[in-house]
């Protein structure tokens, strides 16, 4: 037996009656943490509520004034989550949340379309399909989509939507019934017994599902195809749009052209060029920097060479350093008996540490000196560098470093 969600697609309301309640647990995420919620399986009569299916999310509604958490499938019956319990018998009106449903519809109708367009166009089978939050995707049996073809498939595709052409389920009594009216049945197992229910768009395919989908092509509005990424084992995942979402894209294309015009101070046409003219300069600029860096590092390290002053530990901290600029530093000291404590990056979050010296002395104290920026670190030949955490925590190094020199003395 189909339920009414599958019946009718569209129903939005549906008074019906509680089977069964039983105390239930599931898991789900909150705020990215998993947790367990302690709540009552519902069954009905029937339902409106989609139970995941054939690739499609379930449902979200309410029972009554009930919120329904989930929506699972248990042979031929829908299970229902909710918090409350409902006593068996009552009588309830069930309402769907109508822009989830009719998402989920237009995004599935929409597989279904560019699956056999994909397929009896260019031979592409599909393997698998993803409904996504924001975009889906179609696995197809194929290692790559010329541009062309993609452009072509769209087209394609959008001008059945324009034809307006019907699609509707049709539910046979068992496999036999349907061989007879020559549906073709595809992977359904040897085994199966029961009802067999098949999708159909007229005139271009039979697909057995079990999903939710619009009454004509025509509900979709519009497909847009976003473009193709590498799929598993020489296939190729096709990402694409339908109904509603190309609308919310285009909407959210426009207000991020708006703030790049008003950024870049061009037209939308000028865009990509300004971008480029910004990306050489940025390039150039970083370039120079990177010169100027450099050219510090040396004179940092001639300045302390040539103080008469000097003493056993040198200790620098730049913020907008990097390894290249300590490293020169150490180099252009040279010498070993020059304790070089050096550090790059934010004062008070996190950055880079690098410590030099005789191999004996950074062997002892290297470990130290990240334990206490609270990083990690490794060394080799005199060098000791790695991660801090708590660059906040260098004065405490360097009064740790000249306490361990004084007592070396």
Not at 101 to 110: A, E, P, Y
Not at 252 to 278: A, Q
């Amino acid at each position: 037996m189909a339920l009414a969600c599958q019946r009718n697609s569209y129903l939005q309301e549906f008074t019906t009656k509680v089977k069964s309640c039983e105390p239930a647990e599931i898991k789900t995420v909150a705020n990215g943490k998993q947790q367990k919620l302690t709540g009552y399986d519902v069954i009905l009569e029937d339902t409106i509520l989609f139970p995941e299916g054939g690739g499609q999310p379930d449902d979200r509604g309410k029972i009554g004034n009930v919120d329904v958490l989930r929506i699972t499938r248990q042979g031929a019956e829908a299970v229902h989550f909710v918090l409350t319990p409902l006593d068996p018998g009552t009588e309830v009106c069930l309402k769907v949340d109508w822009t989830r449903r009719f998402d989920h519809m237009q995004q599935h109708s929409g597989q279904h379309l560019i699956s056999a367009v994909a397929e009896e166009k260019y031979g592409y089978k599909t393997g698998s399909w993803n409904l996504g939050e924001k975009t889906s995707f179609i696995e197809l049996d194929t290692p790559s989509i010329p541009q062309d073809r993609l452009a072509e498939l769209e087209r394609l595709v959008n001008e059945n939507i324009r034809d307006h052409i019907p699609m509707y389920p049709t539910l046979y009594d068992s496999k036999e019934v349907a061989e007879e009216q020559e549906v073709q049945l595809g992977d359904l197992p040897n085994d199966h017994v029961g009802p067999v229910r098949i999708v159909t768009i007229e005139g271009i395919e039979n697909n057995m599902c079990c999903g939710t989908h619009v009454s004509n092509l025509s509900h979709l509005q519009t497909v847009k195809l976003l473009g193709v990424e590498k799929g598993k084992q020489s296939k190729t995942n096709l990402m694409f749009l339908v109904g509603n979402r190309v609308l919310k894209y285009l909407g959210k294309c426009c207000e991020n052209e708006k703030h790049l015009t008003g950024l870049l101070k061009g037209s939308p046409d000028e865009h990509k060029e300004l971008v480029e003219k910004m990306q050489k300069s940025l390039k150039v600029a970083q370039k120079s920097c990177t010169t100027l860096l450099r050219d510090l590092a040396v004179l940092e390290a001639q300045c302390f060479k040539s103080n008469p002053e000097k003493d056993g530990l040198f200790t620098l901290h730049r913020k907008e350093g990097d390894f290249a600029f300590m490293s020169i530093i150490v180099n252009e000291i040279n010498d070993e008996r020059i304790l070089k404590f050096l550090t790059i990056g934010d004062e008070k979050t996190s950055g880079m540490f690098l410590l030099s010296g005789s191999e004996e002395v950074v062997s002892d104290v290297g470990p130290k000196v990240a334990e206490m920026l609270e990083g990690k670190g490794a060394g080799k030949n005199g060098r000791y560098q790695g991660k801090a955490n708590k660059l906040q925590n260098r004065p405490k190094v360097e009064a740790m470093l000249k306490d361990y020199l004084a007592t070396r003395k």
